[in-house]
Antibody
Framework: EVQLVESGGGLVQPGGSLTLSCAASGFTFSRYCMNWVRQVPGKGLVWVAFINRDGTTTKYADSVKDRFTISRDNAMNTVSLQMNRVRSDDTALYYC??????????????WGQGTLVTVSS | SYGLTQPPSVSVAPGKTASITCGGSNIAKKRVHWYQQKSGQAPVMVIYYDRDRPSGIPERFSGSKSGNTATLTISSVEAGDEADYYCQVWDAARDQTDIFGGGTKLSVL
């Protein structure tokens, strides 16, 4: 059974930094691309960041580009999201998401339960 | 941007059929995927590749597409189907960033 367990969320001041982590199990982690998707409570899903299987390609939403960094450790089966210079509009529940195996029509096969990030002074 | 648009809400009586649409630019050439998110829970994929069901998803859930509009159909709706539903499209380049529809709240009357 696929399990994705996020951690690292919490309260952070505007302009501060936070690192989210996601521990993956139940599948061969290195064979799957991974993403972070966020959701403001009561609002819709917003894709944040993508990383390919070996970590050589990353993509970001415009709203987080140059502030957030996604990375992975295939030996430890973890994916992380380093969040710098956070803003109040980064406040959201952050989901770690496993893609399916299809690179041409990517879909989100499994989701973690999310970790809540609150940006406030 | 794919410009995925969904109706904000759909209401249906138990036992009836609910249809949720997702319209967008050029999705006729893309594969559309659907997610169900119940209150307080993480999303779950219910349809992928326009019409395929993951294992464990009831046959009551089906997907279709005509031109630039995809449709999620839920037949014999149950109270437990009440949730937010999102469509999603993406491609290999992953250069598009606005990849989810705005979501549709399905209310079971």
């Amino acid at each position: 059974e696929v399990q994705l367990v996020e951690s690292g969320g919490g309260l952070v001041q505007p302009g501060g930094s936070l690192t989210l982590s996601c521990a993956a199990s139940g599948f061969t982690f290195s064979r799957y691309c991974m993403n972070w998707v966020r959701q403001v409570p009561g609002k819709g899903l917003v894709w944040v960041a993508f990383i390919n299987r070996d970590g050589t390609t990353t993509k970001y939403a415009d709203s987080v580009k140059d502030r957030f960094t996604i990375s992975r450790d295939n030996a430890m089966n973890t994916v992380s999201l380093q969040m710098n210079r956070v803003r109040s509009d980064d406040t959201a529940l952050y989901y770690c998401v496993q893609e399916g195996r299809d690179d041409y029509n990517p879909y989100f096969d499994s989701w973690g339960q999310g970790t809540l990030v609150t940006v406030s002074s | 941007s794919y410009g995925l648009t969904q109706p904000p809400s759909v209401s249906v009586a138990p036992g009836k059929t609910a249809s949720i649409t997702c319209g967008g630019s050029n999705i006729a050439k893309k594969r559309v995927h659907w997610y169900q998110q119940k209150s307080g829970q993480a999303p779950v994929m219910v349809i992928y590749y326009d019409r395929d069901r993951p294992s464990g998803i009831p046959e009551r859930f089906s997907g279709s597409k005509s031109g630039n509009t995809a449709t999620l159909t839920i037949s014999s709706v149950e109270a437990g189907d009440e949730a937010d539903y999102y469509c999603q499209v993406w491609d290999a380049a992953r250069d598009q960033t606005d990849i989810f529809g705005g979501g549709t709240k399905l209310s079971v009357l």
